[in-house]
């Protein structure tokens, strides 16, 4: 396959509205559409083939150089008047594969997202930490592309990002934005953030927090009066809080939760489900924001699995809201199907008597 085969695939499957594409050897590119692969009528891809794509790829020549000795890559690719794509190459059966996650040229709204119009009081927060939580392929960088999109929009701020790789390109409007990749612009996460906080930023994006130091980093910033927005693998607003202080000794469990406690300003967590109509996706959201309420139930790990009770009773006063809020308000809108938001639910028999009597 050539570059401009490769060029052409890429462009059916941004048509076809998929959010991935999908090489590997053995089998046919494939598009996930709606959450689904779809394989093409087409030929099977061969390791040599897979290879070849992979060259075209890659931008770095010392990469290229190396290929054969890649076991895993992450890497970004453009495509004139399509727009770009984030790319994992991987080896398997030592063969290289690659997929490539499609981002649009334009950065979507807060609003053409469907996420609630409360999201928007986190998004003009001046400080602390936020973050965006999910499976992956929930549409967690999409999201923190559209806080930043909004804050670009709205107020006059320096925006630092820190990517692996960048993904949506954000032009200067009444922000001034530097987008960092890493490998490309600067060597790790660890060594970014920390350059950060001399880079007069008034917001700093961290494309994903991983590890202990990048959480220590990222609350050192909230501390020193900066906003930090990111992202991180988990389900819903007890498990993010979980998953942080599993990063610490638990030596450190007390000092952290104080910390958490003081710096984070809310949590938005997001699934994607299958529309009612059959047309594409639309998300489920949790939302956390942290009242005083919310501050001690991070402080006492005793509380901290009740986070959800919280919320819930913290919808009317506040705008938070559960999954299982929202995915009620979704079915009554017509937008799922009640076995696709039973399916989804936190709890489901909890949720079913949730439906009926609300």
């Given at each position: 396959m050539n570059v401009d085969q490769l060029?052409?695939?890429?462009?059916?499957?941004?048509?076809?509205?998929?959010?991935?594409?999908?090489?590997?050897?053995?089998?046919?590119?494939?598009?996930?559409?709606?959450?689904k692969l779809q394989y093409l009528q087409a030929d099977r891809l061969?390791?040599?083939?897979?290879?070849?794509?992979?060259?075209?790829?890659?931008?770095?020549?010392?990469?290229?150089?190396?290929?054969?000795?890649?076991?895993?890559?992450d890497t970004s690719y453009s495509l004139a008047g399509v727009g770009r794509f984030r790319v994992n190459i991987y080896r398997q059966r030592n063969s290289l594969s690659a997929i490539l996650r499609i981002i649009p040229s334009d950065v979507p709204n807060l609003e053409q997202l469907g996420l609630p119009p409360q999201t928007v009081k986190l998004?003009?927060?001046?400080?602390?930490?936020?973050?965006?939580?999910?499976?992956?392929?929930?549409?967690?960088?999409?999201?923190?592309?559209?806080?930043?999109?909004?804050?670009?929009?709205?107020?006059?701020?320096?925006?630092?990002?820190?990517?692996?790789?960048?993904?949506?390109?954000?032009?200067?409007?009444?922000?001034?934005?530097?987008?960092?990749?890493?490998?490309?612009?600067?060597?790790?996460?660890?060594?970014a953030l920390r350059a950060?906080?001399?880079?007069?930023?008034?917001?700093?994006?961290?494309?994903?927090?991983?590890?202990?130091?990048?959480?220590?980093?990222?609350?050192?910033?909230?501390?020193?009066?900066?906003?930090v927005f990111s992202t991180i693998h988990t389900t819903d607003a007890p498990k993010t809080i979980g998953r942080l202080l599993s990063m610490f000794p638990s030596n450190e469990e007390d000092s952290v939760r104080m910390r958490l406690a003081e710096n984070l300003r809310g949590t938005i967590s997001q699934r994607l489900l299958p529309?009612?109509?059959?047309?594409?996706?639309?998300?489920?959201?949790?939302?956390?924001?942290?009242?005083?309420?919310?501050?001690?139930?991070i402080r006492d790990p005793s509380r901290t699995v009740g986070l959800r009770e919280v919320l819930e009773k913290g919808q009317t006063q506040y705008g938070m809201q559960t999954f299982d809020q929202h995915l009620i308000e979704l079915h009554r809108s017509g937008y799922i199907t009640v076995e696709v938001a039973m399916s989804a639910a936190s709890n489901p028999s909890d949720f079913e008597r949730a439906l009926h009597f609300s």
């Amino acid at each position: 396959m050539n570059v401009d085969q490769l060029n052409q695939l890429l462009e059916m499957g941004f048509k076809s509205g998929a959010s991935d594409v999908h090489l590997k050897p053995g089998t046919p590119p494939a598009f996930r559409i709606n959450g689904k692969l779809q394989y093409l009528q087409a030929d099977r891809l061969t390791p040599s083939s897979t290879r070849q794509i992979c060259l075209q790829i890659i931008r770095d020549p010392k990469q290229r150089e190396g290929i054969d000795a890649i076991q895993e890559l992450d890497t970004s690719y453009s495509l004139a008047g399509v727009g770009r794509f984030r790319v994992n190459i991987y080896r398997q059966r030592n063969s290289l594969s690659a997929i490539l996650r499609i981002i649009p040229s334009d950065v979507p709204n807060l609003e053409q997202l469907g996420l609630p119009p409360q999201t928007v009081k986190l998004a003009n927060e001046e400080r602390g930490l936020i973050l965006v939580t999910g499976a992956s392929g929930s549409g967690k960088s999409t999201t923190l592309a559209s806080l930043v999109h909004h804050i670009n929009h709205t107020r006059n701020t320096h925006i630092v990002t820190v990517e692996d790789p960048i993904e949506y390109l954000h032009k200067n409007a009444q922000s001034s934005i530097s987008q960092r990749e890493i490998g490309v612009d600067t060597a790790n996460y660890h060594v970014a953030l920390r350059a950060a906080l001399r880079q007069d930023p008034d917001v700093i994006v961290v494309g994903e927090i991983r590890d202990q130091e990048a959480v220590d980093i990222a609350l050192k910033a909230s501390e020193t009066g900066h906003v930090v927005f990111s992202t991180i693998h988990t389900t819903d607003a007890p498990k993010t809080i979980g998953r942080l202080l599993s990063m610490f000794p638990s030596n450190e469990e007390d000092s952290v939760r104080m910390r958490l406690a003081e710096n984070l300003r809310g949590t938005i967590s997001q699934r994607l489900l299958p529309r009612a109509d059959g047309r594409g996706r639309i998300v489920a959201v949790e939302l956390m924001f942290v009242t005083k309420t919310v501050q001690q139930y991070i402080r006492d790990p005793s509380r901290t699995v009740g986070l959800r009770e919280v919320l819930e009773k913290g919808q009317t006063q506040y705008g938070m809201q559960t999954f299982d809020q929202h995915l009620i308000e979704l079915h009554r809108s017509g937008y799922i199907t009640v076995e696709v938001a039973m399916s989804a639910a936190s709890n489901p028999s909890d949720f079913e008597r949730a439906l009926h009597f609300s």
